[in-house]
Nanobody
Framework: QVQLVESGGGLVQTGGSLRLSCAAS????????MAWFRQTPGKEREFVSA????????NSPDSVKGRFTISRDNAKNTVYLQMSTLKPEDTAVYYC??????????????????WGQGTQVTVSS
C-alpha cells in the first residue's frame, strides 16, 4: 500500500511559478513510476508528466513540455513538479499518482493504482 500526499498548490499570476511536492509512504519508492495528472470540473484527468523509478526517464505532453519539469528524490520518497511560465489554462486540481513498475511511463490514468487527494493550482490572468 502506498499513500500519497500532495502540497504546494496555490494562487499565482500568469507567468509565475509553483513547485508541487508529493510525499509517498512505503519502503520501495524507487519501484514505482510516479506521475502528475490534472483535472478541471467536467473533464477527465489529463496526463501532465511521469518519471521512472530511477528518475532517469521522463515523459510529458507538448502542452507542458519546456514549462513543467518532473523530478524525484528517492531518498526522501518525494516527487516534484516544477511549473513555470504558468497560464490560466493550467488552472486545475493536480494529482500525484503511482503504480508499481520502474520503467513504463504510461499516460493513461487507468494504469495508476495509487492517488493523492489533489492540490488546487489557480493561475490568474
Amino acid at each position: 500500500q502506498v499513500q500519497l500526499v500532495e502540497s504546494g498548490g496555490g494562487l499565482v499570476q500568469t507567468g509565475g511559478s509553483l513547485r508541487l511536492s508529493c510525499a509517498a509512504s512505503g519502503r520501495t519508492f524507487s519501484d514505482y513510476v510516479m506521475a502528475w495528472f490534472r483535472q478541471t470540473p467536467g473533464k477527465e484527468r489529463e496526463f501532465v508528466s511521469a518519471i521512472s523509478g530511477s528518475g532517469r526517464r521522463t515523459n510529458s505532453p507538448d502542452s507542458v513540455k519546456g514549462r513543467f519539469t518532473i523530478s524525484r528524490d528517492n531518498a526522501k520518497n518525494t516527487v516534484y513538479l516544477q511549473m513555470s511560465t504558468l497560464k490560466p489554462e493550467d488552472t486545475a486540481v493536480y494529482y500525484c499518482a503511482a503504480y508499481r513498475d520502474s520503467a513504463n511511463l504510461y499516460v493513461s490514468q487507468w494504469r495508476y493504482t495509487y492517488w493523492g487527494q489533489g492540490t488546487q493550482v489557480t493561475v490568474s490572468s
